[in-house]
């Protein structure tokens, strides 16, 4: 059964499919994607900065009218795009501020994958430098042979090492990991005793 984010995500990219038909050329609908996926992408900028975190919890507070009414003026502000600022007013309005940042991070996958794009998620058990991360992303493009977008987290259970997720493939190289092929093996070597 479908969640309310992943409802709201196919509702919003049919209506990106519905809106991209009338473009006659492939260039052109990939434009067209791309300039909904800048739009997704600042929202989630934003509201998955530590700066602006305490957004989502003053919006929940406010009566809805004052809250759409704000994100009125936050979608002019960044300039998003049409569709996009009235799949936020409309998250923001019939369900739950919380689930804003979960059904357009969905989103975004969406659009990516309309473009051709994957997206990773990487997880490691330390923070990575920019350059670590660009190593790591042209590594997963060169593994799967398309194009990505990373997504990075820090996960402190995982035990000196990283683990990437990209498509149906796991990626991992970690003490975890390699704890686990022992414990395996000696387990195996134990029963032949």
């Not at 019939?94 to 473009?115: G, H, Q, T, W």
Request: glycine share 2%.
């Amino acid at each position: 059964m479908l969640n309310v984010m992943e409802k709201f995500s196919i509702l919003f990219i049919n209506q990106l499919d519905s809106a991209s038909k009338s473009l006659a050329k492939r260039d052109e609908t990939d434009t067209f994607f791309q300039i909904h996926l800048k739009s997704v992408q600042l929202i989630l900028d934003v509201f998955s900065n530590p700066k602006y975190v305490s957004i989502t919890s003053v919006l929940s507070n406010m009566p809805s009218k004052k809250a759409v009414k704000y994100l009125e003026n936050f979608s002019l502000k960044l300039d998003l795009s049409e569709i996009i600022s009235k799949q936020l007013l409309f998250i923001a309005f019939e369900s739950s501020i919380d689930l804003i940042k979960p059904i357009f991070r969905n989103l975004e996958v969406k659009i990516l994958s309309r473009l051709g794009i994957s997206v990773c998620q990487v997880i490691s058990s330390h923070l990575l430098t920019r350059s670590q991360q660009d190593q790591i992303r042209i590594f997963l493009e060169k593994k799967i042979a398309k194009k990505i977008v990373c997504n990075f987290d820090v996960d402190t259970n995982l035990i000196f090492g990283i683990r990437a997720v990209c498509d149906d493939i796991i990626w991992e190289c970690s003490l975890n990991k390699n704890f686990k092929t022992f414990s395996e093996h000696f387990l195996d070597w134990v029963r032949a005793i």
